[in-house]
């Protein structure tokens, strides 16, 4: 991190603890324009956990009844962030009832008491905006039966917070922090008696942020679905406020949602959730859905990538592949290492899968997660096609450097199905081979065709290949081709060794298979998985082998077994309950 940098994150950090203590001179909202209609989508199931007291934020776990939330000693930046941005608060609004509402009310009218006065790591510009919007939203669940002191307490608070963000919103990171504070205050300033005058800066400024944040095709940056989804519902909850306080969505606000809304449905696996890849996971249940229902945008990208993803389906199957550079400079910070992996899902039930982000279990999964190993790819040698750079000031994770610069594709259509033809160079400076690698899927999605090939190109690479290969004393280069499975996957090695049989829950059979002198085995894997305290325990298969000549092709297949019906009724419900 560069000196300038430093000063300026450092300046940051400063001005935000100077404007948080200086809203505590602010004056109190009057009260709200009309009657708050919350907007956000809590999960039912982690809001029975918080009433059971399970508190579980950021990977770590609380067992204690009626706990005093800001007492806990946070193990982390993480869980500080997610205790403070009172996102929590759209669970207990979920399940609605008498002990939630008390337990809603006990944390918030303790947060006021404890750091209404500008103290305290929620000060920041993102998690200010992010509690603002949870406030308003759920503003009739904690107001509810409350004393007249503590209903002053809420608006004093809320016109101090809503103060803060009108001065310090431009001191967010650009993307989802910024994204987060600007809504906030749109929403704060359109809800709240007596604020009307911040919200005109804030609908020009978020307007900025859409045409330079939000790219020609509907993409972030950081290339991460899940947060691109979260600025899509921030987008649609504003222009949903613009709207209902008659004052005009700016053309550049409602451009960008209509350029996210297909983006976000080619990302979309055939079970309704995500595609997982660089930090984001599949989204909460019902999120994707409720956010393009708000949108009311129909249109389909059709051909080309999304946001750097190619998508392949057909019948009950989806495929997504990363088929772009990794994000590079401040956008990397989440970045994985996984140019050209992918996702397979069946149905309702997720097969090929990548690992996951392991942010929420400590920073050794964090970087595990990051790492090319951890995804449904080649890897070469054991090293990662991206490596990770040096930790930014006040950072806990790292950039992506040294990844590929040159990653050609092309989607076409072949005989019965779909092919995707993709390359990466982030191997050829040091051992002068390229990743290749081709996937054909039928149109009735019951069969997958792939085949990986490490190839030396041009006469420079053949040279760097040989250099490497008599470092090896010719017994080549080693190679693993690896497919981690969901963990409800049920896999079994079949046919002496020449085969993988997989059973689904919704009672699918896939069969892999491969065609080269690789060494098939079923080793055991991990998956990542936020909600979760630790890994869940899954398999993967592998294919490895040894790179010794110019070109090195390894064949594969993955198709479902002629027993398995075009349409299965699946009916196996998902475990909603509390699990470790």
């Given at each position: 991190?560069?000196?300038?940098?430093?000063?300026?994150?450092?300046?940051?950090?400063?001005?935000?603890?100077?404007?948080?203590?200086?809203?505590?001179?602010?004056?109190?909202?009057?009260?709200?324009?009309?009657?708050?209609?919350?907007?956000?989508?809590?999960?039912?199931?982690?809001?029975?956990?918080?009433?059971?007291?399970?508190?579980?934020?950021?990977?770590?776990?609380?067992?204690?009844?009626?706990?005093?939330?800001?007492?806990?000693?946070?193990?982390?930046?993480?869980?500080?962030?997610?205790?403070?941005?009172?996102?929590?608060?759209?669970?207990?609004?979920?399940?609605?009832?008498?002990?939630?509402?008390?337990?809603?009310?006990?944390?918030?009218?303790?947060?006021?008491?404890?750091?209404?006065?500008?103290?305290?790591?929620?000060?920041?510009?993102?998690?200010?905006?992010?509690?603002?919007?949870?406030?308003?939203?759920?503003?009739?669940?904690?107001?509810?039966?409350?004393?007249?002191?503590?209903?002053?307490?809420?608006?004093?608070?809320?016109?101090?917070?809503?103060?803060?963000?009108?001065?310090?919103?431009?001191?967010?990171?650009?993307?989802?922090?910024?994204?987060?504070?600007?809504?906030?205050?749109?929403?704060?300033?359109?809800?709240?008696?007596?604020?009307?005058?911040?919200?005109?800066?804030?609908?020009?400024?978020?307007?900025?942020?859409?045409?330079?944040?939000?790219?020609?095709?509907?993409?972030?940056?950081?290339?991460?679905?899940?947060?691109?989804?979260?600025?899509?519902?921030?987008?649609?909850?504003?222009?949903?406020?613009?709207?209902?306080?008659?004052?005009?969505?700016?053309?550049?606000?409602?451009?960008?949602?209509?350029?996210?809304?297909?983006?976000?449905?080619?990302?979309?696996?055939?079970?309704?959730?995500?595609?997982?890849?660089?930090?984001?996971?599949?989204?909460?249940?019902?999120?994707?859905?409720?956010?393009?229902?708000?949108?009311?945008?129909?249109?389909?990208?059709?051909?080309?990538l999304s946001m750097g993803y190619a998508r392949l389906s057909g019948g009950r199957t989806s495929i997504i592949v990363d088929a772009s550079r990794p994000p590079a400079g401040d956008a990397s910070l989440n970045a994985h290492a996984s140019t050209l992996s992918f996702e397979l899902t069946s149905g309702r039930r997720p097969l090929v899968v990548n690992c996951g982000s392991g942010a929420s279990f400590g920073l050794e999964w964090r970087r595990a997660g990051r790492a090319t190993p951890s995804h449904s790819v080649l890897c070469l040698d054991g090293f990662s096609s991206a490596r990770l750079g040096d930790a930014p000031l006040g950072s806990l994770t790292e950039p992506l450097v040294s990844g590929p610069t040159d990653v050609p594709f092309e989607l076409s259509t072949v005989g019965d199905g779909l092919r995707f033809e993709g390359g990466h160079n982030g191997y050829a400076a040091h051992y002068g081979l390229t990743h290749a690698r081709i996937l054909e899927m039928t149109f009735d999605g019951r069969g997958l065709a792939g085949e990986d090939m490490l190839l030396a190109i041009e006469g420079a690479d053949k040279r760097v290949f040989d250099k490497m290969l008599d470092a090896t004393k010719l017994k080549g280069i080693p190679y693993v081709v690896r497919f981690h499975l969901h963990p409800d996957v049920d896999a079994t090695v079949d046919l002496g060794g020449a085969a993988i049989s997989m059973a689904l829950k919704s009672g699918e059979i896939w069969v892999f298979r491969h065609d080269s002198a690789a060494q098939l085995s079923l080793e055991p894997s991990v998956f990542l998985e936020k909600g979760r305290l630790k890994p869940r325990a899954t398999k993967q298969i592998v294919l490895s082998g040894r790179a010794m000549e110019y070109a090195t092709s390894v064949r594969w297949s993955l198709a479902k077994a002629q027993e398995t019906a075009i349409g299965v009724r699946d009916l196996s419900r998902d475990e909603l309950e509390f699990n470790d």
């Amino acid at each position: 991190m560069s000196p300038r940098s430093r000063l300026s994150d450092k300046r940051a950090r400063f001005l935000n603890r100077l404007y948080a203590r200086l809203s505590r001179r602010q004056k109190a909202a009057r009260g709200f324009v009309s009657s708050p209609e919350p907007r956000t989508i809590g999960s039912y199931a982690r809001g029975r956990q918080l009433v059971a007291g399970n508190l579980l934020f950021s990977g770590y776990l609380v067992e204690a009844q009626n706990a005093d939330l800001w007492a806990i000693d946070p193990p982390d930046i993480a869980y500080a962030e997610e205790i403070h941005g009172f996102a929590w608060l759209d669970d207990l609004a979920a399940v609605g009832d008498a002990p939630a509402r008390a337990l809603a009310q006990k944390w918030l009218f303790e947060w006021i008491e404890a750091h209404d006065d500008g103290s305290g790591p929620g000060w920041t510009p993102n998690l200010t905006g992010r509690r603002v919007i949870r406030w308003i939203n759920h503003a009739l669940l904690v107001l509810r039966g409350v004393e007249k002191e503590q209903s002053e307490a809420f608006y004093r608070s809320l016109g101090r917070q809503t103060w803060f963000l009108s001065k310090r919103w431009c001191g967010a990171a650009p993307g989802l922090p910024r994204f987060e504070a600007l809504t906030g205050l749109i929403y704060a300033s359109l809800a709240l008696e007596g604020e009307e005058a911040l919200a005109a800066p804030a609908i020009t400024a978020l307007a900025r942020e859409c045409e330079s944040q939000i790219d020609d095709e509907g993409g972030l940056p950081t290339r991460n679905p899940e947060e691109l989804l979260e600025v899509f519902m921030l987008l649609t909850w504003a222009a949903a406020a613009l709207e209902e306080a008659e004052a005009p969505v700016p053309p550049a606000h409602t451009a960008a949602i209509a350029r996210i809304a297909p983006t976000l449905r080619a990302l979309r696996h055939s079970d309704g959730g995500l595609a997982r890849f660089h930090g984001g996971g599949r989204g909460l249940e019902g999120r994707l859905d409720h956010a393009l229902a708000a949108s009311e945008i129909k249109e389909r990208r059709e051909d080309g990538l999304s946001m750097g993803y190619a998508r392949l389906s057909g019948g009950r199957t989806s495929i997504i592949v990363d088929a772009s550079r990794p994000p590079a400079g401040d956008a990397s910070l989440n970045a994985h290492a996984s140019t050209l992996s992918f996702e397979l899902t069946s149905g309702r039930r997720p097969l090929v899968v990548n690992c996951g982000s392991g942010a929420s279990f400590g920073l050794e999964w964090r970087r595990a997660g990051r790492a090319t190993p951890s995804h449904s790819v080649l890897c070469l040698d054991g090293f990662s096609s991206a490596r990770l750079g040096d930790a930014p000031l006040g950072s806990l994770t790292e950039p992506l450097v040294s990844g590929p610069t040159d990653v050609p594709f092309e989607l076409s259509t072949v005989g019965d199905g779909l092919r995707f033809e993709g390359g990466h160079n982030g191997y050829a400076a040091h051992y002068g081979l390229t990743h290749a690698r081709i996937l054909e899927m039928t149109f009735d999605g019951r069969g997958l065709a792939g085949e990986d090939m490490l190839l030396a190109i041009e006469g420079a690479d053949k040279r760097v290949f040989d250099k490497m290969l008599d470092a090896t004393k010719l017994k080549g280069i080693p190679y693993v081709v690896r497919f981690h499975l969901h963990p409800d996957v049920d896999a079994t090695v079949d046919l002496g060794g020449a085969a993988i049989s997989m059973a689904l829950k919704s009672g699918e059979i896939w069969v892999f298979r491969h065609d080269s002198a690789a060494q098939l085995s079923l080793e055991p894997s991990v998956f990542l998985e936020k909600g979760r305290l630790k890994p869940r325990a899954t398999k993967q298969i592998v294919l490895s082998g040894r790179a010794m000549e110019y070109a090195t092709s390894v064949r594969w297949s993955l198709a479902k077994a002629q027993e398995t019906a075009i349409g299965v009724r699946d009916l196996s419900r998902d475990e909603l309950e509390f699990n470790d």
